[in-house]
């Protein structure tokens, strides 16, 4: 009857286990991790059923859960104990707590403490994990590469996306397997993300990139220039500038080669036993004055532009790999006469509206300061063209006009990126010779051995010219070939 306290001993009990860990937690060290942890785990399971779906699509929403959420997470994790010992270390010398006597392995309220402490330690290294997959799993995503620095990769992303690579993730290329190129390229990025910080990245970006995983390591993992490629016919529709934008075709055989005893462009360049090693004069790789050439039976060939000094002194050794003619791979950009050639031929725009390939190049060349301002005065110029000029093809053909606006836009707007500074031709195409100088950097017929042969700027080394700019190449009705008709 008189012992009042029974009802009282579970909650003593309470008190006397949560008291040493109340107590050396009461820090301003260890609760700022504590608010850490909290504050972390909170928008982690509010943005869980978003990153359980898959990869994140909004480049924002993947920064916060794969980025900005793990490193205060992990530090809060840290700070935790961190507070705990600093204060117990600082007591102990004090002797303002002496709580040593109850804090050992016989004391079961020490036991149980033990034990909460390993549950939440599992539970935190269960988020704790997932955090870390899912931020390497994003940093690997094309959504992380393309669009979390919007500014800097907005044209590199929207040319990828329209590259014959758009379904092979940036990773591939840029980094390819293995944990080393891995680590250099997180390093790498480290101080890329501080140049867009501080706002210090240079605009446009230059190319090429120097520090660039070799081809070998990546584009051969699914091309093998040292197999043998069959030969490809490619036509390359034209229109004249004139009222009817007159078509014609060009239809072209091109000796691909491969691991064909040096026959044909790849058999070449880069066949069994052949290697090139070149210096060029400047960053871009587009001045080659001297080129060494070796076959695979040991022999060693050296041509040179007269101006070249001996040896190639004063330029820039490079081991010659596929980037160096494929350059662009998946991050290509026309020129306004070619794009409006394409779209013309693809029939996206209409051949029959008078003068259209002529004012669209002139339209595309104009001056536009914004994105926004381009998307408002392109399309508008198409049309006031025609409603000025040809008012009855306006009248009758106006879907075509306005169609023939939206194409034109596209193809600015997949070129032209204002903020970075990129414009018509910012980034040069190796492959072919009509657009850049490409091919002819070394075969000019300007390159001389001291026996006096050149290298070869004979057009059909790497091609035949089946048909050249005519309007219905009989070549392609004997093979059967149809192609897409412009708009009539």
């Keep these: 009857m008189g012992r009042t306290d029974i009802p009282n001993m579970p ?5 006397n286990w949560l008291s040493p860990i109340i107590h ?4 301003w060290i260890s609760l700022l991790g504590v608010v850490l942890v909290t504050t ?4 982690w399971l509010f943005l869980l059923p978003t990153t359980l779906r898959g990869e994140v699509q909004n480049p924002y929403i993947g920064a916060l859960a794969f980025l900005a959420i793990p490193g205060p997470f992990f530090l809060g994790l840290l700070l935790i104990p961190v507070g705990i010992m600093i204060k117990r270390r600082r007591e102990g010398r004090t002797g303002i707590h002496p709580i040593d006597a109850g804090l050992t392995w016989s004391n079961p309220e020490v036991r149980r403490l033990a034990q909460f402490i390993g549950v939440t330690t599992v539970l935190n290294i269960i988020i704790a994990s997932q955090l ?8 690997e995503s094309v959504t992380f590469c393309g669009r979390t620095c919007h500014t800097v990769m907005q044209p590199e992303y929207t040319a990828y996306q329209n590259s014959p690579h758009s ?6 290329c840029h980094i390819g397997p293995g944990a080393g190129w891995f680590v250099r390229s997180k390093l790498s990025g480290a101080r890329q993300v501080l140049a867009v910080a501080f706002n210090t990245y240079p605009r446009p970006l230059p190319t090429p990139i120097h520090n660039l995983r070799p081809a070998r390591e990546t584009c051969e993992q699914c091309h093998w220039p040292q197999k043998y ?5 490619r036509v390359i529709s034209k229109f004249a500038d004139d009222e009817a934008n007159t078509a014609s075709k060009t239809v072209l055989l091109m000796k691909i080669g491969g691991g064909n005893h040096g026959i044909g462009i790849h058999g070449t360049h880069l066949g069994p036993g052949v290697s090139i090693r070149y210096g060029h004069a400047d960053e871009g790789r587009q001045n080659i004055p ?10 060693s060939v050296v041509y040179a532009t007269p101006d070249a000094k001996p040896d190639g002194a004063g330029l820039t050794m490079r081991e010659m790999d596929c980037m160096d003619c494929h350059n662009r791979p998946s991050h290509t950009y026309e020129l306004p006469e070619r794009a409006v050639d394409t779209a013309m031929g693809n029939g996206l725009i209409a ?3 008078p003068f259209v390939r002529k004012k669209a190049v002139e339209i595309l060349k104009a001056n536009y300061a914004t994105r926004d301002l381009a998307a408002q005065r392109i399309p508008e110029a198409v049309a006031q063209y025609y409603r000025q000029t040809y008012p009855a093809v306006w009248s009758a053909h106006q879907a075509e006009v306005t169609a023939a606006g939206r194409q034109v836009l596209a193809i600015w707007e997949r070129n032209i990126f204002p903020d970075m500074n990129v414009t018509w031709g910012k980034y040069p195409n190796n492959i072919g010779h009509n657009d850049f100088p490409g091919c002819w950097r070394c075969h000019d017929s300007n390159h001389a051995a001291k026996t006096g042969d050149v290298i070869t700027q004979d057009c059909s080394a790497c091609h035949n010219m089946l048909a050249t700019e005519e309007s219905n190449p009989k070549v392609l009705t004997d093979l059967g070939i149809t192609l897409p008709q412009a708009t009539r």
């Design 11 to 15: 909650e003593q009990s309470s008190r």
């Design 24 to 27: 050396l937690s009461n820090n």
């Design 40 to 43: 972390c785990t909170v928008f």
């Design 132 to 139: 870390s997959y899912g931020a390497v799993s994003y940093m």
């Design 167 to 172: 379904r092979v993730a940036c990773v591939q």
């Design 229 to 233: 490629g069959e030969d490809r016919l």
């Design 290 to 299: 001297w080129v060494q050439y070796n076959t695979p039976d040991g022999k």
């Design 351 to 353: 051949s029959s509206l």
